[in-house]
C-alpha cells in the first residue's frame, strides 16, 4: 500500500456511532448537536450521535478553547481578603467532532495571541493541548462563505488531527497528526477510489464558492486609510450590538470581572466587543474611540492589517457567520472589496 | 509554568491623603525575597488587584533605585480604587507585574532631562524624577515643570517644593487658581513657564511628558518650538486595561498594544499612530 494511503479510512455510516462510542472511553466528545432551530457544539450524551446534517454551526467551537466566562482565579474568604488561589484542575482529553475547516483555521489564528513567547495564556493552552480536532470537510458552503479567501478550503486538512468527508454512504476518514491516525488505526482501510471520491466532493465544494474577496493586498492597502471618509460610509447602518464579534471564531478581546457569591469568589475572563463604547472608556472619562465609525475600522483594521502585522496572518476565516447574523445586513466581502477598490 | 493573570500578595505598607481624591499607596511583597529583588523601569505600571472587587492598573511612582517598597497614587474613580481607597495600612492585596516597555533609561543616559507634569501626570513621572535624583551622574541638566489646577491638587506638593532649592535640578511649579493668597510659586498654566527655561540644548534632550489628554496639544507645540527631535519627546498615555499582557485588547491602538508597546510613546509614534492621545 503506498504510503499516502495509510492513514486512508473510511466508516459506513451506521457504524459511526459505535466509532464514537469507542472514543468516549478515553475522551469527551464535543460535536454538533440540533438544539431547537440551530446547531451548536455540546458534548455528546451516552449514546448519541452528532448531528452532521448541517452546514455549519450557529456559534463556533472557540468556546471550547477561550470560554465565553472563564474562571482564571478562584478564591475563598474574600472578607480576611486572603489573595486568590489558582485551581489547577487535571482535565480529561477531548476531540472536537466534525468542526468546519475555517472554524479549525480559527485556531492557528488564536494561537499566535494566546501562545507567544511574550506571554502565554495557561487557560488557552490547557484547553488547546487537551484537546484534538477531528475535521469535516465542507460539502455543501453556505452562500456566505469565503474561507477560500484564506489559507484555507473546504477541505483543508490543515489543523486537523483527523479529517472526515461525508461521502454519502460513507465517511471518508484521515489521519492527519500521529495522535490522530492512531485514533482511527482500527477502522477499515480506504482506497484510491475513496481518495477521488474525496477530490470529486471538494471541487464541487470549490466551484460553489464564488464572492470570495481578494484579500491578498488587504493588509498593505488598509496601512494608508486609517483617515478615510470610508470607514463613516461603512459603518452607517451599524447598530454596534456587536453580534459580529460575538460569532466571530476570530475574535478575542475579553474582560476581566470579580464576582462574589456568598463567600466564594472568581476572576473570571469574559467575551468582550470593540463594538461597545465601554471598552474604551477610561476611568478619567476620556473617550478614545467616540464614533461608531471609529470603532467599525478598529474591528476591520484590527482583523485585516493589525493582526497581520503583529502575527503575520489575517485574523479572519471566512466563516461567514458575521455576514449570515448582522442585523442590518453589513458584509465584510463587500467591505473588503470596497477597500480594494479605494 | 507561571501563570501570568495570577496576583502576588503584597501588603499595603503606608497609606496617605495626597489630595482630596488622591492616596498615596506604599506596597510591599509579602516574600522578601521577591520585594527586594524586584526590579522595573520608571515609567512601568502594576496590576492591582482586590478579591472580590476586580484589578485595575496603576502606574509606580517610585523608583527602582530604592528596592523593597513600592509606591503608587491613586485617584478614587472606579468601584476598584474605591476599594483600594477603604483598605488600611497592613491591610493584603494582589499585585502583578510590572508591565509595559517604560522609559528608555539605557538610551537617555548622558542627555538633558526636561520633564513636564499635568496634574495626576505626577504618578508617572516621580518614578522618573527620584530615579534620576538617585543616579545624577546618568543625566545632563534636569529640569522640571508641573502645572496642577490648585495647590491642593498638587500631588507630591511639599517634595517638589524641597527640590526648588536644590541646585542640580531646575523645578519650577504652578497652579491655575491660587485662592490661599500663600502659593509660592508660579501661577498660570504649565505652558507659560517654558520662557522661564533658558538656553535648553535641544539635540541633547529628553522631553517627558505626562498629563490630562488636553495638555499634550499645547506642551507638544511649544517642546517642536524648542526644535527637541521628535523621538526625544516621550509621552506616557493612558489606556483602558484589563490583562496587561497583550491578549485582551482593551488598550490595542493599531498594531501596538499600550501595555506591551507603551505606555512611554515618542511624538514620532503620536503622529503616526491616529488614536493615541
Known amino acids: 500500500m503506498k ?20 472514543l468516549r472511553k478515553n475522551f469527551t466528545v464535543i460535536a454538533p448537536r440540533n438544539v431547537k432551530d ?37 478564591y475563598e474568604g474574600v472578607t480576611d481578603k486572603r489573595v486568590p488561589i489558582v485551581t489547577e484542575k487535571q482535565m480529561r482529553k477531548r476531540i472536537i467532532f466534525g468542526m468546519r475547516p475555517c472554524d479549525v ?148 478581546c475579553f474582560d476581566i470581572q470579580d464576582e462574589v457569591i456568598d463567600n466564594k469568589g472568581r476572576r473570571v475572563k469574559n467575551w468582550d466587543s470593540c463594538m461597545f463604547p465601554i471598552f474604551t472608556l477610561h476611568g478619567s472619562g476620556h473617550q478614545p474611540r467616540e464614533f461608531r465609525f471609529q470603532r467599525m475600522r478598529q474591528r476591520i483594521m484590527h482583523k485585516f492589517n493589525y493582526y497581520d502585522e503583529n502575527f503575520d496572518i489575517i485574523a479572519c476565516c471566512g466563516c461567514g457567520r458575521c455576514v449570515t447574523e448582522c442585523p442590518v445586513n453589513i458584509d465584510v466581502r463587500e467591505i473588503l472589496r470596497t477597500i480594494s477598490e479605494l | 509554568m507561571t501563570n501570568p493573570y495570577f496576583p502576588e500578595p503584597a501588603r499595603i505598607v503606608r497609606k496617605y491623603e495626597l489630595t482630596k481624591d488622591v492616596r498615596f499607596f506604599q506596597v510591599r511583597f509579602i516574600d522578601t525575597e521577591r520585594a527586594l529583588s524586584f526590579d522595573y523601569k520608571p515609567g512601568q505600571f502594576m496590576m492591582f488587584s482586590i478579591p472580590g ?67 495626576l501626570g505626577a504618578a508617572p513621572l516621580r518614578s522618573l524624577i527620584l530615579y534620576s535624583l538617585d543616579n545624577r551622574e546618568q543625566f545632563g541638566r534636569v529640569h522640571l515643570l508641573y502645572g496642577a489646577k490648585t495647590p491642593a491638587d498638587m500631588l507630591f506638593r511639599e517634595e517638589f517644593l524641597e527640590l526648588i532649592d536644590r541646585e542640580d535640578v531646575e523645578c519650577l511649579l504652578t497652579v491655575d487658581k491660587d485662592n490661599s493668597g500663600k502659593w509660592p510659586c508660579y501661577t498660570g498654566l504649565v505652558t507659560s513657564l517654558f520662557n522661564r527655561i533658558e538656553d535648553i540644548k535641544p539635540e541633547n534632550t529628553y522631553a517627558c511628558v505626562c498629563g490630562p489628554p488636553i495638555m499634550y496639544k499645547f506642551v507638544l507645540n511649544e517642546l517642536v518650538k524648542l526644535n527637541i527631535p521628535k523621538h526625544q519627546i516621550l509621552m506616557t498615555l493612558e489606556r483602558r486595561m484589563k490583562c496587561g499582557i497583550g491578549k485582551c485588547g482593551h488598550c490595542a491602538i493599531e498594531d501596538i498594544y499600550t501595555c506591551m508597546d507603551g505606555p512611554v510613546f515618542t511624538y514620532w509614534d503620536v503622529l503616526h499612530m491616529k488614536e493615541l492621545i
Open chain 1, 3 to 22: 504510503d499516502s494511503l495509510k492513514s486512508i479510512k473510511h466508516i459506513e455510516k451506521d457504524k459511526l456511532s459505535e466509532f464514537i462510542k469507542q
Open chain 1, 38 to 74: 440551530f446547531v451548536l457544539f455540546q458534548e455528546l450524551k451516552a449514546d448519541e450521535e452528532p448531528y452532521l446534517d448541517f452546514l455549519n454551526s450557529r456559534q463556533s467551537p472557540k468556546e471550547y478553547f477561550f470560554p465565553q466566562t472563564e474562571n482564571i482565579v478562584e
Open chain 1, 105 to 252: 483555521t480559527s485556531l492557528s489564528i488564536l494561537d499566535r495571541l494566546f501562545i507567544n513567547e511574550d506571554y502565554v495564556d495557561n487557560y488557552y493552552k490547557r484547553l488547546r493541548d487537551n484537546t484534538l480536532i477531528f475535521g469535516f470537510g465542507c460539502s455543501y458552503p453556505r452562500t456566505t462563505c469565503f474561507c477560500t479567501s484564506f489559507d484555507s478550503g473546504p477541505f483543508s486538512t490543515k489543523g486537523a488531527d483527523v479529517f472526515i468527508t461525508d461521502s454519502g454512504d460513507t465517511f471518508i476518514i484521515e489521519g492527519i497528526t500521529e495522535q490522530g491516525k492512531k485514533l482511527i488505526e482500527k477502522l477499515p482501510d480506504g482506497d484510491e477510489k475513496l481518495l477521488k471520491t474525496k477530490s470529486e466532493i471538494e471541487k464541487k465544494a470549490l466551484d460553489s464558492i464564488t464572492t470570495p474577496p481578494n484579500v491578498e493586498k488587504i493588509p498593505e492597502k488598509l496601512k494608508g486609510l486609517f483617515e478615510n471618509p470610508v470607514w463613516e460610509v461603512i459603518s452607517e447602518r451599524c447598530l454596534g450590538c456587536g453580534v459580529c464579534t460575538y460569532l466571530c471564531p476570530t475574535c478575542h
Open chain 2, 53 to 119: 472587587t476586580g484589578e485595575a492598573p496603576f502606574s509606580i511612582s517610585s523608583t527602582p533605585s530604592r528596592p523593597g517598597l513600592l509606591e503608587f497614587c491613586i485617584r478614587k474613580t472606579g468601584r476598584l480604587t474605591e476599594a483600594l481607597f477603604r483598605l488600611k495600612e497592613n491591610d493584603e492585596i494582589g499585585i502583578r507585574g510590572p508591565y509595559g516597555n517604560g522609559f528608555p533609561i539605557d538610551a537617555m543616559n548622558g542627555f538633558d532631562l526636561f520633564i513636564i507634569i499635568g496634574g
